[in-house]
């Protein structure tokens, strides 16, 4: 086995990607939360916040590894044995699992189909890759309030108040509204 403490660059994170086939359209999505992720990243960084910027980096890069092997929920969950197989940090496949909306109990998971477990982001960094995630469609960058809009319409009003809270949590620590950054 690989080691654990591996933070992956950029260039080994694509490699990865492609590695494991994962599609381009899911690749394209990828770039854009992460391009998104590194900017409030730097901008917590400006504002003298301690955050991992490799972290972020490597999780947002990897946060969708696993729909290589699935588009369910549990891609989370499968993108990280694949990454836990190939001796990636805990703290890049955490911000993988973690991903998903803005968080879902134990409850919510077992409802999901999903091991009874929490996977709620608690690391700045977690947080990061989770609210760039919900800020896309596809590759389309899109304002938290239709990705509330979307979730209320699919009788999820529970995810909806979490991706708001979420949102408004990073705007106050970057000091900017995390819509209007491009």
């Not at 499968?78 to 973690?98: F, H, P």
């Not at 309030?145 to 209320?152: G, S």
Request: with cysteine; hydrophobic share 40%; net charge negative.
């Amino acid at each position: 086995m690989a080691r654990r403490d591996w933070i992956p660059t950029r260039d080994e994170c694509l490699a990865m990607l492609d590695e494991e086939r994962v599609p381009d359209k899911v690749k394209e999505h990828i770039l854009a939360v992460a391009g998104l992720a590194m900017k409030i990243g730097e901008r917590m960084k400006e504002a003298g916040v301690d955050v991992d910027l490799a972290v972020i980096e490597a999780g947002a890069l990897l946060h969708d590894i696993g729909r290589a092997r699935t588009h369910g929920m549990r891609h989370a969950l499968e993108g990280t044995y694949v990454l836990a197989e190939k001796g990636v940090s805990q703290k890049v496949i955490d911000v993988v699992l973690n991903h998903i909306g803005a968080g879902l109990d134990k409850d919510e998971a077992g409802r999901l189909g999903l091991p009874a477990q929490d996977y709620i982001p608690v690391t700045l960094e977690q947080k990061v890759v989770s609210a760039s995630d919900n800020l896309f469609s596809g590759s389309k960058r899109i304002l938290v309030k239709e990705e509330m809009r979307h979730l209320e319409k699919k009788g999820q009003p529970n995810a909806a108040r979490k991706v708001g809270t979420l949102h408004r949590e990073l705007c106050e620590i970057v000091g900017v509204d995390l819509d209007d950054m491009a």
